[in-house]
DNA sequence: ATTGTAATATTGAATAGACATATTGGACAG
DNA sequence: CTGTCCAATATGTCTATTCAATATTACAAT
């Protein structure tokens, strides 16, 4: 077993002690550190430790690696959050409402140009145009606005969207590759004052999603929460 | 060298394979994979090499592991977004802008009722009461209202924050180890519309953070953000 | 001076083998 | 039937070694 005091180090208690020290100030931002196999000698231990250790503080954000160049603190350190992003019917379940859905909307039509010029389609692209609500406990939770490309989603024309909702169906007809979300915050306009039972201007948590599939715009949807709605993470 | 055909696979590929099979159906939601033995057979590599395909599918939420248990699919497939969360002077100078601080006030007080609530704090807990904006090219960019413990950062009340922020101060003396985030949108109150320069219920984005050492509260910072302002990310 | 090239240092990744650790499920006693 | 204990097993981690990828540096050729 050995005894108590030579107990093994692992990747964990490295990366402590690399965030200590740099915490500490005794490896500056900006500068450089020993090599793995310095460090691998200096806590004995393997240098595939060390490298994992300094691995996941890159992933972190903490350090910068460059092959041959060596491993340095990054001088602004940045901060990552990682937000769920969940389905709708999961956010409101988890909530404890009950959920429901509903269409309001479906059409197939050529992209309007400001989408044609967002996606970078090609003109005269047909999309389906989709229009749904999400209830909790029946009451207005989201308004869902989408657009999907029908060249790369031939399935979608018959999709039965009454009972399910888009987002479940492309999550199990459609894989993607890519994804891009924006996060804002906007003022309800007349549509949303209508379908979120609240009143003009109302500021609302909006989140936007794009996603591909290896180059091509799979879909684009906006999709505006009930005021009062937010995000948190925790890390 | 090997011939063309028999490229050796890495963690990569088979992470790829993973998620494919996982789309495409092969492997359902809830089911049990095969172990890491089985696929280092299959794919005619290390454990090892699966291992680690496996434990980043996993820190991705496609799978969920457990020792003896093995790895299963998980059933709701949840999807993650990171946001990278940037100093304000960064953010502002990726812009190309030019930035600039200011303070707009500090004192040190009791902490108000809803602050010891909501930070759980004890009855009548001193705090560094803090305001300031930061400008982009001049013109405001984001205003920020903070709350430091005194208890917990003794050293805030020395602290020149006529040049520098509190974030920066913070970042550079204090370390902390959780921090939760909140994202929500609000209307532009009185103060809000003076600082941000903009009129009254006007929606904002607002990012709201609250960070611990150890269980013992650092600061509570509220960062409402200029109109028009949001957050992306690619993933 | 600039450009090309080769040597070299450092991280990235894979392998095979070993031990550690958690958890399940069964054997067994009560 | 119930609780305890133990063995089997899958993942978790570490080691030592090898080779690959790549950025830097030095140096030579132009």
Redesign the interface.
Known sequence: MGNASDAKIGFHDIKQEVIRRV?RGIWAPGSLLPTEIELAAEFGCARATVNRAMRELAEQGLVERKRKSGTRVKT????????????VR?AVEDMGAKYRYALVHKSIEAAPDWVISQLSLGPGEQVAHIKCMHYADNRPFQYEERWIIISTVPAILEADLETQSPNEWL?NEV?FT??????????ADAALCEFLATSQ??????LERTTWLDSKVVTYVRMTFRQ????????
Chains 1, 2 share one sequence.
């Open positions: 915490h602004s350190p940045v901060r990552y959050a990682r937000f769920e992003i969940e389905l999961r999550l894989p890519d994804a891009e979300i924006t996060l804002s915050s906007v003022a201007g109302t500021p609302l948590f909006r009062g709605h937010s995000m948190t993470t925790r890390y």
